[in-house]
């Protein structure tokens, strides 16, 4: 079925889009959504229609549903993606998972959205492909481009995953629910921190803590640091949140919180900070307890004491 939209809004024709999604009202929804948008749209009703129409129209982008929880829509995408590797194919499920994420990664596709989600959330996951390639017109690749997208890596796909989740889902137990994680399988001590710039904030933790990034872009930052993780996340993801009136305005954050971070030399904490212009509130001293110790200050106020036991 080729639903196409009226020469009236051809000037909003973007690169047209095969869906599949074997809801019917679901389908329809997202194939009205897209026209909206302006885009040209295929509707698939099964494998063998999607893969004839990848095949003989000129698809260029496509949205499938896994249809969790044996998610033979994977094992379509992949083929679609196989027998046109430079298309974008972006999958979406209703039943997400990390797994199946991890696993969408692997198979080389473009995107991973969860459901619930709106049409919005999709074209929001396509129109950066689309804006990524560069080929003849204003809204396609051609087939002999020397590159496609890039597609996400493991680490990326399952932080994305990951973060959309937490956002969309507004609280923890009901992430872990979506993600099909065991919340007794949370163990230990972890923190998340909220800032106002992220990037700046995953700049301090790599420079002055030696911390690394699994995963980081403007509004969220997964980090690892001897061993634990730990979060950023910037304002405006927390928007409905209760904590979100309790920072707003303020100048610093975590009054009366030290972050103390065990195993992280201070006296190259120290250094690095005043490299990068942060504040050393205490230099690197040996202190009764037993470590030795400096405080620094990030821009968003946060307290941080690296740490080394003294010999």
Not at 88 to 101: C, D, E, K, R
Not at 110 to 130: C, H, W
Not at 133 to 158: C, F, H, V, W, Y
Not at 283 to 307: F, N, Q, T
Request: net charge neutral.
């Amino acid at each position: 079925m080729n639903s196409s939209i009226g020469n009236d809004n051809h000037a909003l024709v973007r690169e047209p889009v095969l869906i599949f999604d074997p809801n019917p009202r679901a389908r329809e929804q997202l194939r009205a959504s897209f026209v909206r948008s302006g885009y040209d749209v295929t509707l698939a009703l099964g494998s063998d229609s999607a893969l004839a129409a990848w095949s003989a129209e000129p698809l260029t982008m496509a949205v499938i549903d896994t249809v969790a929880p044996t998610a033979p829509g994977l094992e379509l995408a992949a083929q679609l993606k196989r027998s046109r590797p430079r298309r974008a194919v972006v999958v979406v499920s209703g039943t997400p998972s990390i797994a199946i994420a991890v696993r969408a990664m692997r198979l080389g596709l473009d995107g991973f959205v969860a459901k619930p989600t709106s049409a919005a959330d999709i074209l929001a996951a396509l129109i950066p492909l689309e804006e990524r390639r560069a080929g003849s017109g204003p809204g396609g690749r051609r087939e002999d481009a020397a590159e496609g997208p890039r597609p996400l890596t493991l680490d990326e796909a399952i932080w994305e995953h990951m973060s959309h989740t937490l956002i969309a889902s507004g609280s923890l137990a009901e992430a872990a629910r979506r993600l099909g994680l065991e919340r007794r399988s949370l163990r230990g001590p972890g923190f998340n921190l909220l800032v106002r710039d992220v990037p700046r904030a995953v700049k301090f933790a790599v420079d002055v803590l030696g911390a690394t990034a699994f995963f980081a872009n403007d509004r969220f930052a997964a980090m690892k640091l001897n061993g634990g993780d730990f979060m950023f996340h910037h304002d405006d993801t927390y928007k409905g949140n209760p904590l979100s009136g309790i920072v707003k305005g303020g100048e610093a954050r975590g009054i009366g919180v030290e972050l103390r971070i065990y195993g992280c030399d201070p006296d190259v904490a120290e250094a690095n900070a005043k490299a990068g212009g942060w504040t050393v509130l205490s230099g690197a001293l040996d202190k009764p307890h037993g470590l030795r110790e400096c405080m620094v200050i990030d821009d968003e106020g946060y307290i941080w004491i690296p740490s080394v036991h003294l010999p």
